[in-house]
């Protein structure tokens, strides 16, 4: 007879959670030795510094191993690069994201730049990356994923996305691709509601299910189901992570037989619409192996007693619960073992691989650096011209934001450009005047400098979304007539693919001072424009 006890560490292992603080705190020493977790999620609240995130990974697989646990701790992080990179520099080095890769048009590159990735991880002790996305970013105005796809071709994706798995499988870092059935084609972001798709099935097949077909039949370990409904795929209006036909297509049609996990179910996709602990049940009962839990302990531990509970009543099988047990004590024997997690790493390594990545990086996103159009021939600019620099910035005064925190969606949309921009610039152009703007436009001094300067460089982040971004950026371009205006989008490409009237526009995929650079070294002819936009017109 299994105790209760017993039962709740055994149930444990079916679960990804997160929790807060950059030490062991009592919530997940609890998670952990009471209820038995079998996977950490962990967010930038997490990272301080190397050393600190060293001794915390060591110090999680130290507590599994005295707690009495078969294998060790799954410990995951979603560093997909560029936009979402929750350990970023001075910690690790800046990686180019999907998109940025992308443009570059070489899987080759994304191996690389996976590499070096899985070389990080593994150095902290974390063996698996919530990555490669594997959505076709189809629809412009997506909220949530945007340059987090490699773009909007299914077969480039699908390219992408095994590179990017072969090289975090090369360091023994388990790679997850996402979001199942595919979350490219929607206007809502599932962390704030329930998307929903109205693709029949043979649609699907065309473009969503091809990248997640491809990882199947390469053998992807995991996959992540999306919190989008499907209604044609069958007569409900369930999300994917609870949906028994989505996940069928998985076992059934694509011939899926890894680990199957959901996204954190405490995003309004599910939270809002069936409760994060009765959607977990419906989670595991529509045949998902792993559930993750991000940020409330009551809200984990909840959900852990319901399944307990399931399986007490029968609600959930002991077959249902051996299968999922069986496939992720498999991922762990092949990915893991405890010689491995509780050896210490040392410090020196991780210069070296920072430098490598340092080096990888700076090429890439040079080579990604797109020059979409330049119909004055403006490019390279003047570095003696006097120049204003015109950003969004923060709507309040001090503000600011950091994709990745782990309370909130990645705010893909939030019009921020970083100060450090207009540092860059001045690297190049010396008499540089710099604008930051917000939804109240420009005074009326700023807009006699706009028309006085004699280069106006704009960079946008995702104007396509943000209307008074587009506004303005037209407006720029009225007044400037044709004296020199080059429009630099900082993250989606999309900002004024559709406007020739800004006659030179540039893409560099992602607001990182990295990639910023790169561009800015395109504008003052230091380096080339290679790179091609991964997405059309």
Same mark, same amino acid.
């Given at each position: ?78 560093? *997909? ?5 929750? +350990? &970023?520099? @001075? ?6 994201? $999907?998109? %940025? /890769? ?118 992807? *370990? ?5 919190? +989008? &409904?499907? @209604? ?6 369930? $999300?994917? %992570? /609870? ?136 490019? $390279? ?157």
């Amino acid at each position: 007879m299994v105790s209760d006890r017993e039962l709740r560490k055994t149930i444990g292992q079916l679960f990804a959670v997160g929790f807060h603080g950059h030490d062991i705190g009592n919530d997940i020493r609890s998670l952990i030795c009471d209820y038995g977790v079998g996977a950490i999620v962990l967010f930038k609240r997490n990272v301080r510094d190397a050393a600190q995130l060293r001794a915390l990974c060591l110090g999680l697989q130290r507590l599994a191993k005295e707690a009495g646990h078969k294998q060790p701790l799954l410990i995951g992080i979603d560093q *997909e690069n560029g936009l979402v990179t929750r +350990i &970023s520099p @001075p910690v690790a080095a800046q990686m180019p994201g $999907p998109m %940025t /890769l992308g443009a570059t048009g070489s899987p080759d590159h994304a191996f690389q730049v996976a590499e070096v990735t899985g070389e990080m991880l593994r150095h902290f002790g974390i063996n698996m990356n919530y990555a490669p996305v594997g959505d076709v970013n189809s629809e412009p105005l997506n909220p949530v994923i945007g340059v987090r796809s490699p773009g909007d071709d299914p077969e480039q994706v699908s390219r992408f996305a095994t590179a990017c798995a072969e090289g975090l499988r090369a360091h023994k870092v388990v790679p997850c691709i996402k979001h199942f059935p595919g979350h490219g084609d929607t206007k809502v972001d599932s962390h704030y509601g329930l998307p929903v798709i109205t693709k029949t099935r043979q649609e699907l097949d065309k473009v969503e299910l091809v990248p997640f077909r491809h990882a199947a039949a390469q053998g992807i *370990e995991m996959v992540m189901t999306a919190h +989008i &409904s499907l @209604p044609k795929l069958s007569d409900s209006d369930l $999300p994917a %992570t /609870l949906s028994p036909d989505a996940i069928g297509i998985l076992r059934n049609d694509l011939h899926f037989e890894g680990v199957i996990m959901t996204d954190c179910m405490e995003m309004d996709g599910i939270r809002a619409t069936h409760g994060t602990v009765e959607g977990t049940l419906k989670a595991f009962r529509a045949g998902v192996d792993n559930v993750m839990i991000c940020h409330t302990y009551d809200v984990q531990t909840a959900s852990i007693d319901r399944i307990c509970e399931a399986m007490e009543s029968g609600e959930i099988s002991n077959e249902r619960l051996e299968s999922s047990l069986r496939r992720l004590e498999d991922l762990k024997s092949r990915f893991t073992s405890w010689d491995d997690a509780l050896q210490p790493r040392e410090p020196d390594a991780l210069t070296e691989i920072n430098r490598r990545g340092g080096s990888l990086a700076k090429q890439l996103y040079r080579d990604s650096t797109t020059l979409v159009r330049d119909h004055s021939s403006l490019i $390279p600019l003047s570095s003696k011209a006097k120049t204003v620099f015109i950003s969004p910035g923060p709507n309040a005064p001090q503000g600011g934001g950091a994709v990745g925190s782990g309370e909130a969606a990645p705010p893909t949309r939030v019009p921020w450009v970083s100060s450090a921009f207009g540092d860059v610039l001045r690297g190049y152009a010396a008499d540089l005047t710099e604008i930051r703007f917000t939804d109240s436009s420009l005074s009326e001094a700023e807009w006699r400098e706009v028309e006085e300067a004699e280069v106006v460089i704009l960079a946008t982040r995702n104007a396509r979304e943000s209307r008074y971004q587009s506004d303005l950026g037209l407006e720029v371009a009225r007044r400037r007539g044709e004296r020199p205006l080059v429009a630099i989008a900082t993250c989606n490409p999309y900002d004024f693919l559709q406007h020739p009237e800004i006659g030179t526009y540039v893409a560099v995929y992602e607001p990182t001072v990295e990639a910023f650079g790169a561009g800015a070294d395109v504008l003052y002819g230091v380096a080339p424009a290679r790179g091609r936009l991964p997405v059309s017109v």
